[in-house]
């Protein structure tokens, strides 16, 4: 399940509705796929795109993407940092961001027009879709590990636009770092 927080306003959502509801009304949607039983770590990428094979021709009809592929991301990750780098300052797409979490956690931060910054963990299991245009940035947590099935509307695959605003300097990734606080250890809001 995804963990929601809204740094400015002191904020921590968890319960599924509640995230739902609140990424729904600035444009995310946000929806669980309970992970299959038969997909392990080790399971290849072409097994994995087979598995859910049903739920990605669902969601290419649903988004009219075209292409689907398994980003798989770890610590011995060639060039690790540098990719990295890409996805944690604020850009935009001219695509939807579809995202289908197999194994690990990352986090999203989004910012809305006129509405603050938020905070999504996503883990196993999680389906986020971030639309065309909307400022976000990405960062993995402290486990640096994320599995998942990526969807795009364009053949060419994920191309950024950045904003270079500085935003992103001023929300720390909170599932690391000196301030995070585990899930189990912080009140929810
Ligand atoms: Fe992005």
Known sequence: MAILRIPD???????YNEIRNYLSNIGIDYERWEPLEDVSTETSSEKILSAYAKQINELKT????V?????????NTPGLDSMLAKFNIEHRHEEDEVRYIIDGRGLFHVHPQNRPVVAIEVEAG???????GTLHWFDLCSDMRIRAIR?????SG???????????????PVCWGPRYIPPQNAAAK
């Open 9 to 15: 306003e002191n904020r921590l959502l968890k319960g």
């Open 62 to 65: 649903r988004g009219g993407y």
């Open 67 to 75: 292409t689907a592929d398994v980003i798989d991301v770890n610590h």
């Open 126 to 132: 999680d389906l986020i879709r971030v639309p065309r």
């Open 151 to 155: 969807l795009f509307q364009d053949t």
């Open 158 to 172: 994920w191309t950024p636009h950045y904003t270079h605003s500085g935003i992103d300097t001023r929300y720390e």
